[in-house]
């Protein structure tokens, strides 16, 4: 019966496999054989179907997000779809492409309008550079002190952003995949016995690799890192590793113990 299960597992992966595979290759044809008269008919600035916001602008083969915290993307038309790669490559269904009007079908299956702009005047709205991270410049600070048997103990935990970055793929209010920027953070612990610095780390997400599985890992961020309790033989502090802006997140517990050894647990 275990035996039968491996291979039915088997059986699911390579079914799986091959199904991205197929659609990594057909994705890859629709790119080689766009429409490039669909593809020049696409480029400009595209509002709200009332004419008063600005959401896209289409320019070369990228698109560009009004929003500043999306990311740019490359575009390409094939039969009856747009394909838009971000980390990964969606697709949408277009019902109607004229001078002036854009309609699709997003994934949640409604049906979205837009309008061009007249002309290029709003270009200066959507970020061709760089986009902002959602959680850029953040800094937080605390001290605490606690007792073990050796005595009192200061914990300084420094928390800021470093320049790793981290997307997630989320949708808009279009109803639109796109990627958002994150910036990792490094938690540094300082303790002090006095006056004297007696442990010193800066605290990043790779070193609790063995705790979290790896293709969660990547998707993460260090969200917090705080002081929890002490006893008489450790200081224990709570790290916080999970997807930006979302509940999902990994729990572990740091024991710095009297002889200076860190240990590290699920919570």
Known sequence: MIRNNHQLCLIVLLVMAALVASCGNNNQYARQH????????????????????????AKGDSIFYADSTSMPAKFWIYGDSLYVEGQQVARYLIMKQAPHVFKFRNQAGDSV????????????????NRPYALNIFRTEDADTTARTSLGYFKSRIHIESTSDRVIKTTFN?????????????????IVL?????????????????????DGFLQSCILRDMSFSH??????????????????????????LGNDGKITKRLE
């Open 34 to 57: 766009e429409d490039k008269q669909a593809k020049h008919l696409l480029q400009g600035i595209w509002l709200t179907e009332d004419g008063e916001t600005p959401v896209f602008m």
């Open 113 to 128: 309008l837009f309008v061009k702009a007249p002309d290029m005047s709003l270009k200066q709205l959507f970020a061709q």
């Open 173 to 189: 209010d279009w109803g639109v995949e796109v990627d958002n920027m994150y910036l990792d953070n490094v938690a540094r612990l």
């Open 193 to 213: 016995s006095g006056n004297k610095i007696v442990y010193e780390h800066d605290f990043r997400k790779q070193e609790f690799a063995q705790l979290v599985p």
């Open 230 to 255: 002490a006893d008489e033989g450790a200081l224990y502090y709570d790290v916080m590793i999970g997807i930006p802006d979302a509940s999902t997140t990994y729990a572990i517990e740091l024991r």
